[in-house]
């Protein structure tokens, strides 16, 4: 089992910045890369972002640029800084960990960036 815990989400205005943790617990041996996903409102779950256990990254092309993954392997914690942000960027930004046959999820925080 693994549990993932998101924090850092919160109203920005548009072209700030802001950084998501996501802390892993449990059997986190296990975990390869881990990820960000995104639900903006009425849409469906968007991915956002990988981290290979090699240390790749993996970027959606509307955030390409302007969000970089990384992680603290001593903290056992994943980041997703978020940079020059946009009204569009506005969603609950889900934390993941495919991990064997099932994928392991955080409860999501939110990032509203009004217009």
């Known amino acids: 089992q693994v549990q993932l815990v998101e924090s850092g989400g919160g109203l920005v205005q548009a072209g700030g910045s802001l950084r998501l943790s996501c802390v892993a617990s449990?059997?986190?041996?296990?975990?390869?890369?881990m990820g960000w996903y995104r639900q903006a409102p009425g849409k469906q779950r968007e991915w956002v972002a990988s981290?290979?256990?090699?240390?790749?990254?993996n970027y959606a092309d509307s955030v390409k640029g302007r969000f970089t993954i990384s992680r603290d392997n001593a903290k056992n914690t994943v980041y997703l800084q978020m940079s020059s942000l946009k009204p569009e960027d506005t969603a609950v930004y889900y934390c993941?960990?495919?991990?064997?046959?099932?994928?392991?999820w955080g409860q999501g925080t939110q990032v509203p960036v009004p217009s």
């Open positions: 993941y960990a495919p991990i064997r046959a099932k994928t392991y």
């Open positions: 449990g059997s986190i041996f296990s975990i390869n890369y």
């Open positions: 981290l290979g256990s090699g240390g790749n990254t």
